[in-house]
């Protein structure tokens, strides 16, 4: 197993006392893939935006890369190197889906007002790189050829494509996907999983929130169950399809339900 | 024809025709027509300028800001005082008042910033109105209280004076058709693109690691800055200011300069500008029902081109290329 990249320790977030989160723990290896799963309400998305800055916990700290990066502000982390995405996607509607991408490497550049009116070299060389990043994410989501398309125009398939795109853009450590698979189809949901899965290899760490277990099983290295706040289960997708605890939990409730 | 609009408005050799047209008309226009015109150009210019202004908070960020007229008037009364009491140069003031009306919008808006959409509209409308009744009250007597403040001085460089209709017109158009240039320039830039992200969606350009704050507060004293330089030309060439000269209602026609000529399009600033200031010009035989007329025309306006005359045209892959070249 190897080095941490991400640690929760002991989060708790209340919303009015209601506890959202209670006492999180979770650690996430470097260059895998890890899953947290649970049930509509369980606190999986409000950890996520825990995680990436949106929320500050009451209590407890997150670490990442050994800095406690605890209620930091999301555009600080993203230099820091955790992106994310949107459960219900959010792109920039009225912007070519070029500039959608291009987003990504703003916190990755520098030039201000100044060298921007008087384009210095050191602003042209900025653009360019920029531009570049984005064309390479582009290509690599099979989005090239609507660069120039506005965002709005896009199918629902590849907006989430776009979204994921413009994540990656901000060449990240750990990639936040908040259920990235939800109102696609099953080739399109297919597709988009077979990209995730690639992305250890090259050096991302990702942490997938889902509430639909049977997405993540195949890909993911470990697995964090969540219900009603609080951790219950965690492990690798083997010992969490045993575990008796999140059939009673999880998939015992959903079948009650269906 | 909308099609046909839209393809001619992306064609470069178009545009590069358009601009070049442009500042012909520009340079000839005062030699060819008569003083009245020139004086009503000067004041194209002057809403052009405070259009462009505002483009940058309204069109670029999506910022509702309905108090411009106050930056304005922060800018004529900066250069009003400083020119009658200390006897500073109105053109040294130029910068000056640039300066310290961003250096003021810094401070009011910092602990607003945060304020989304309608919330922000009312309170940049209250911000208008305090400046206006703070102005008009006379605080420690030095803004002349409802008479305003006379016997501003002209413009001079060395023995070079700036003082009839056709100078002050080509000064006021200088200052213009540079900040066009310097705005056109931000828009395909990291600071322009990551305006229009926090325009589309704040949370989102948050999350892509836009300082959605600071770059708001800049947006705000860049515009501010401009709207003083418009104050400071204003101020020179009234030679008096006053408080009436800054109401709500010029807040709302440079707010509608914006929409009109479609938000953060710099061209359209421009179109925007010439149906606010020409039109009730063009229509004054009619007496009272002009400004009935240009209601129903801004309806109309809006109505069949609801993104602007001239919308803003998204840069391409090809000419962000062409910008910055390939690797």
Not at chain 1, 226 to 237: F, N, R, S, W
Not at chain 2, 237 to 262: D, N, Y
């Amino acid at each position: 197993m190897s080095e941490a990249i991400l640690q929760v320790r002991g989060v708790t977030k209340r919303f009015k006392g209601l506890v959202a989160v209670r006492r999180m723990e979770m650690e996430i290896a470097e260059a895998t893939i890890h899953s947290l799963i649970g049930p509509n309400g369980a606190g999986k998305t409000t950890l996520f935006n825990v995680i990436s800055g949106i929320y500050r916990p009451e209590e407890g700290r997150v670490i990442f890369r050994g800095e406690d990066i605890t209620g930091r502000k999301p555009h600080v982390l993203v230099a820091k190197g955790i992106a994310r995405t949107f459960q219900n996607l959010r792109i920039f509607a009225n912007l070519t889906c070029l500039e959608n991408v291009m987003s990504g490497q703003h916190c990755r550049g520098r030039c201000g007002t100044w060298s921007s009116i008087f384009r210095l070299p050191r602003q042209r060389a900025e653009e360019r790189r920029i531009r570049e990043v984005a064309e390479e994410w582009l290509e690599k989501t099979g989005l090239w050829e609507f660069r120039d398309e506005l965002a709005k125009n896009l199918p629902f398939g590849l907006r989430k494509k776009l979204e994921l795109a413009r994540a990656l853009a901000t060449e990240p450590k750990l990639l936040l996907l908040d259920e990235p698979t939800t109102g696609l189809n099953d080739k399109e949901k297919e597709d988009i999983m077979e990209f995730i899965g690639a992305l250890p290899r090259m050096g991302i760490t990702v942490l997938l929130v889902e509430h639909n277990m049977n997405v993540v099983m195949g890909i993911s290295e470990r697995i964090t169950v969540m219900d009603m706040g609080e951790k219950i289960a965690e492990g690798t997708p083997e010992e969490i399809y045993n575990d008796l605890r999140v059939i009673e939990a999880y998939l015992g409730r959903e079948e009650a339900i269906a | 024809m909308r099609d046909t609009l839209a393809k001619l408005q992306g064609k470069p050799s178009v545009r590069r025709a358009a601009v070049a047209a442009a500042v012909a008309v520009v340079i000839v226009f005062p030699f060819v027509t008569s003083r009245y015109w020139v004086d009503v150009a000067f004041y194209l210019g002057l809403y052009t300028l405070l259009g462009l202004s505002l483009n940058v908070i309204l069109g670029e960020v999506g910022l509702f800001n309905l108090g411009h007229a106050a930056f304005w008037a922060f800018g004529a009364y900066t250069t009003a005082i400083l020119n009658t009491r200390f006897d500073i140069p109105v053109l040294v003031l130029l910068p000056v008042s640039a300066l310290a009306t961003a250096g003021f919008a810094w401070l009011v808006t910092s602990p607003i910033i945060h304020l989304r959409g309608d919330y922000l509209c009312i309170v940049t409308i209250a911000l208008g109105e305090i400046v206006r009744l703070t102005l008009n009250n006379d605080p420690g007597g030095i803004t002349g209280g409802p008479n305003g403040i006379f016997g501003i001085d002209r413009p001079r460089i060395g023995p070079l004076v700036i003082n009839t209709p056709t100078e002050f017109y080509f000064l006021v158009w200088v200052i213009v058709i540079l900040c066009a240039w310097a705005l056109l320039r931000l828009q395909n830039s990291r600071i322009g693109r990551a305006w229009n992200y926090i325009r589309e969606d704040e949370l989102a350009a948050e999350a892509m690691g836009v300082d959605v704050r600071s770059l708001k507060l800049l947006a705000f004293i860049l515009g501010a800055g401009l709207a003083g330089v418009a104050g400071n030309l204003y101020a020179a060439k009234m030679m008096v200011v006053s408080p009436e000269s800054f109401v709500f209602l010029e807040s709302t026609i440079i707010f509608m300069i914006v929409l009109i000529g479609g938000m953060g399009s710099v061209p359209g600033t421009f179109l925007g500008a010439l149906v606010v200031s020409l039109f009730p010009e063009l229509f004054r035989p009619l007496a009272q029902y002009r400004m009935l007329i240009f209601g129903a025309a801004l309806v109309a306006v809006m109505y069949f081109r609801p993104a602007g005359i001239w919308p803003r045209r998204r840069a391409t892959f090809r000419s962000l290329r062409k910008e910055t070249g390939k690797a």
